[in-house]
């Protein structure tokens, strides 16, 4: 922990810009890069999945009458758009459902940002797969080891630390893919840096997957201009008036800097299987494991008990959400809808679903107190049959977590839900194949011309 | 003063939004219109004058391969640019001399994040001069109302307050060109906050002038989301993830609310004199004075000694700058170059001059120390001749002081200055005119062709 005017700090900005220009293929090893192929696949699948939600539609269009040449996939999305108006919208898109990936240490959301600025560029300039996936782990290290460096504080002020970090990590991506060299990439952090922001009062409204976009267009920007000779500060994260005193009450520089490129914060990532706060996760997995497990059918169902961690009832105490939006902050339609569909995917949150009378039904069967000692990814679960059979559960680690990860079939499952009804069944499995095998493309040209397929009529309906 | 969580706090966001769509030309006092007229006349050569900085090129060079139509106008440069880079370079060009306006309760430099989101806007809607001159009038109320609620806390915590207020300046002033309602406003107002930022940490890099050119675009970007249906919180300024707590440890929402629409903040403008930090104006005015009633050449002076304010040294103690940057933060060469040339403007601060031989050995003859009671807008100043006259002069308020405001001949002299090296000595007349004629104007057509001239050779030599 440094005083708030110790001029004194580490230069970590020269530092994190020094590892990014540096980093090299060869020496991220492959448990590395395969977790960075999997946080792709689960991102592309998000950003693909939320590509024709209202915010990014409104985005575009916001924009169009002033774009740029339109030579930008933005995948989910047959027109192509300016470099800015796609970063924006895939950053949009990749967030808005709340399904993207999550680093559990700081709560960020490490893809998007990153994701978003990169692959603009890495089309412009066919980039491999192979140096798109290092500049996407350089990209979500610069952005965790900056929330592992000012988390909790800087989150607890209110800041949304997906955007504030996220600037950063799209600033370095891009800083990679457009060759700086280490004073150019120490400037692109200090203009990244500036451009921080991001309230989680926007939290429930368009402006929380905002954030990402606007942290990947900031983060290029940055990239863009330190390229021409623009200049910043050289010490935009450790100087007494820059990022991590300016925008946290504590900091810890050795967390930026010890073994910055040996540890990998993207082996740390997680990919959620359920499309809402990780919180009640949990008791959806435990209420999707008891209903196959019983084979007990909710209309038998007389009781289910849950036993959760305090936060739980805290964010989602909602005991009867009228929409769908609602519905992601209610535990007891959450567990009710993967009781019954066995799944708890973007379907399971809509308005359709939250107003269905069987899912009504079973969810007022539902009660929830805190347990001691319970963890935020524990849930203990007792179901009282009609005929008076007691039924428990313990999950000790939901799926999702990083002690009981989505498997790879998981990711899957989960890309092609969220891509069919996007892009048509035939295309979104070609996508997936395809993005699965991102380290060993040529280029990423095939991967985003399938992305912006257009749905057969039959898959559509 | 309000408590860190209290969530009961006034709705002064929808309150600042339903003023900003909702002031009227009529409700405003010709007094405070005039002064409006003159922050525009001031911003205006400044934007001019640093139209051609290596800042705006490498802005301008940068987004070029990614622009929109190249319509909108930078002033001072003959190509058009599209929305947002004409926005971002403007608002880049008027600040990068640090020479524009100042709210002297705040520090915030007002005309630069509103004028800039404000003038594209309205060369593409052929907006009248009197409703530009409100959308001014309004953007710089809002955001100067914003400064006066949290500051000083939140400038002392490192934020660049002309950025981080300015961003909703700019969306308040788009609001209202663009017709949004109130609802609309509020979202404005939210996305913008959302993306306020900036640190100080950047002063005496491109990034501060950057900050004002992002906080124009930023917040422009806001209410063309906004006018779109993109939705935020309505509560971004009040509420405990908001603005005025994230980002301020104090804040005081009757600074907000009180007798909004009724007293202007527009009124308490000024304009800078001399193209340095405010600190060190007393001491260039009084050299300045000393020269012209004295009449003594500099070469006849023995010593001049400064009686200074503690922020003189402590902000601008370089004894011996050795480039135009460095003099900026050198009383010591401020007062020289004022003695000898009679001004201070860009010219005076150019390396050129600071390494000049007469302004150096007038230099050297200066001292300054700080004395008791001295103001900050105060200097003494004693003379002393090689012939051993003592000559002495007081400034009790520094030209460019609300107390001893520039006159309008002072800011058309700056002007003037400002332009010419630009646009030419013709076209920087006519600019004059025409942007001291803003208020009856039928649109600022005429004005910002003018604003585009090329100066002719025999101007530039």
Redesign the interface.
């Known amino acids: 922990m440094s005083s708030h005017l110790e001029s004194s700090a580490p230069p970590v900005t020269r530092e994190l810009a020094a590892f990014t220009v540096k980093a090299v293929h060869e020496g991220i090893a492959e448990r590395t890069r395969r977790e960075a192929v999997r946080t792709f696949v689960n991102w592309l699948g998000c950003a693909i999945g939320g590509a024709r939600h209202?915010?990014v539609d409104?985005?575009l269009?916001?924009?169009a009458?002033?774009?740029?040449?339109a030579e930008f996939t933005v995948p989910g999305r047959e027109p192509k758009a300016?470099?800015?108006g796609a970063t924006l919208a895939m950053g949009i898109a990749s967030h808005v459902f709340d399904f993207d990936d999550t680093h559990l240490k700081t709560i960020i959301h490490p893809a998007g940002p990153v994701a978003s600025a990169l692959l603009p560029l890495s089309e412009r300039d066919r980039l491999s797969g192979s140096a798109f996936l290092v500049a996407l782990i350089v990209g979500v290290e610069v952005e965790c080891r900056l929330g592992n460096a000012v988390y909790p504080a800087h989150y607890d002020?209110?800041?949304?630390i997906t955007g504030t970090t996220g600037v950063f990590g799209a600033a370095a991506a891009a800083s990679r893919v457009l060759g700086l060299d280490g004073d150019q990439a120490t400037y692109a952090l200090?203009?990244a840096?500036?451009?921080?922001?991001?309230?989680?009062?926007?939290f429930?409204?368009?402006?929380k997957s905002?954030?990402v976009g606007?942290a990947a267009k900031n983060g290029l920007?940055a990239a863009?201009?330190a390229?021409?000779?623009?200049?910043?500060?050289t010490?935009?994260i450790e100087?007494?008036?820059?990022?991590a005193?300016?925008m946290s009450t504590t900091r810890d520089y050795d967390e930026i800097s010890q073994d910055l490129g040996v540890r990998w914060e993207s082996e740390l990532n997680t990919y959620k299987p359920f499309a809402c706060g990780i919180v009640i996760h949990p008791s959806i997995d435990g209420a999707v494991q008891v209903a196959r497990d019983s084979g007990v059918a909710a209309e038998d169902v007389a009781s289910i008990e849950l036993t959760v961690h305090p936060l739980v009832l805290e964010l989602t105490g909602n005991k009867a959400p009228k929409t769908g939006l609602q519905s992601k902050f209610s535990v007891f339609h959450a567990a009710a809808a993967g009781y019954i569909y066995g799944r708890a995917g973007e379907h399971e949150f809509s308005d359709e679903v939250v107003t269905d009378s069987c899912v009504i039904a079973l969810r007022d069967k539902i009660t929830a107190s805190v347990g001691p000692g319970i963890r935020e990814d524990e849930v203990r679960i007792v179901l009282t049959t009609r005929d008076g059979r007691r039924i428990e559960k313990h999950v000790e680690h939901s799926i999702g977590s990083l002690d009981r990860p989505l498997t790879d079939d998981g990711i899957s499952a989960k890309f092609l839900d969220l891509a069919e009804a996007v892009i048509g069944r035939d295309a979104a499995r070609r996508a997936l194949e395809s993005a699965w095998a991102v380290e060993g493309s040529e280029d990423l040209t095939q991967l985003l011309a399938i992305a912006r397929s257009k749905p057969l009529r039959s898959a559509a309906e």
Chains 1, 2 share one sequence.
Not at 193 to 202: H, K, N
Not at 204 to 207: P, R, T
Not at 239 to 243: D, E, L, T
């Open positions: 209202p915010a409104i985005a269009d916001a924009l009458p002033y774009s740029g040449p300016d470099l800015f002020i209110g800041w949304h200090g203009i840096g500036t451009q921080s922001s991001g309230f989680r009062e926007m429930g409204s368009m402006c905002f954030h606007a920007l863009l201009l390229q021409r000779g623009f200049t910043s500060s010490r935009g100087a007494p008036r820059g990022f005193n300016v």
